[in-house]
């Protein structure tokens, strides 16, 4: 007898993707969670398609996480295989990978960004982390030879970048009263 839609299934239910406690997929077949299932179930001897076609899913489901398709929307499917895609996919459980992220970031953890950890992670896996002025305690975003840009101009200007005198935003521009 053929399984119908919403008949238990395996773990799930025939025709439906179950999602987990971790946003990801469960499988049908041994109840695991996984972000990327149709990777998972070659575990199984299948490929994605037979296991869609196995369980009553559709031809053009994902067999991806929402979260993980959020994540490869905007970087790309080339990702795979990146080394950042190993850390995604071996941290099986988000708390670990997030927690790996931060460590990896050395910033604190803002919870509602698990995008926005992940487009951090493969820039930084690729080298384009963040820069930061050299400048101890600027901290202001890079510009130029290791220096934000008001440090880099006092630089030019002085030949010095004379850390000592703390930035203060621009207000008044040129003929502004210096700081006595
Ligand atoms: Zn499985
Ligand atoms: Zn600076």
Same mark, same amino acid.
């Given at each position: 007898?053929?399984?119908?839609? *919403?008949?238990?299934?395996?773990?799930?239910?025939?025709?439906?993707?179950?999602?987990?406690?971790?946003?990801? #997929?469960?499988?049908? @077949?041994? *109840?695991?969670?996984?972000?990327? #299932?149709?990777?998972?179930?070659?575990?199984?001897?299948?490929? %994605?398609?037979?296991?869609?076609?196995?369980?009553?899913?559709?031809? $053009?489901?994902?067999?991806?996480? $929402?979260?993980?398709?959020?994540?490869?929307?905007?970087?790309?499917?080339?990702?795979?295989?990146?080394?950042?895609?190993?850390?995604?996919?071996?941290?099986?459980?988000?708390? $670990?990978?997030?927690? @790996? $992220?931060?460590?990896?970031?050395?910033?604190?953890?803002?919870?509602?960004?698990?995008?926005?950890?992940? &487009?951090?992670?493969? %820039?930084?896996?690729?080298?384009?982390? &963040? /820069?930061?002025?050299?400048?101890? !305690?600027? !901290?202001?975003?890079?510009?130029?030879?290791?220096?934000?840009?008001?440090? /880099? @101009?006092?630089? &030019?200007?002085?030949?010095?970048?004379?850390?000592?005198?703390?930035?203060?935003?621009? &207000? *008044?521009?040129? !003929?502004?009263?210096?700081?006595?």
């Amino acid at each position: 007898m053929t399984l119908q839609y *919403g008949d238990p299934d395996g773990h799930g239910v025939h025709g439906q993707l179950t999602t987990g406690a971790d946003g990801g #997929l469960i499988c049908h @077949e041994c *109840g695991a969670e996984r972000q990327f #299932l149709g990777r998972h179930v070659r575990e199984h001897g299948m490929s %994605a398609d037979q296991y869609r076609e196995r369980h009553g899913l559709g031809r $053009a489901t994902r067999l991806v996480s $929402a979260r993980l398709h959020a994540t490869l929307s905007t970087k790309g499917l080339e990702r795979v295989g990146s080394p950042a895609w190993a850390r995604f996919e071996a941290a099986r459980d988000p708390d $670990a990978a997030r927690e @790996e $992220a931060r460590q990896a970031l050395k910033e604190p953890l803002r919870p509602q960004s698990v995008q926005s950890w992940t &487009k951090e992670a493969l %820039a930084a896996a690729q080298g384009r982390k &963040k /820069r930061f002025c050299e400048v101890p !305690g600027c !901290g202001r975003p890079h510009a130029a030879n290791g220096l934000c840009r008001t440090h /880099r @101009e006092r630089l &030019k200007r002085t030949g010095d970048v004379q850390a000592h005198i703390p930035v203060r935003p621009r &207000k *008044g521009g040129p !003929g502004s009263k210096k700081e006595s």
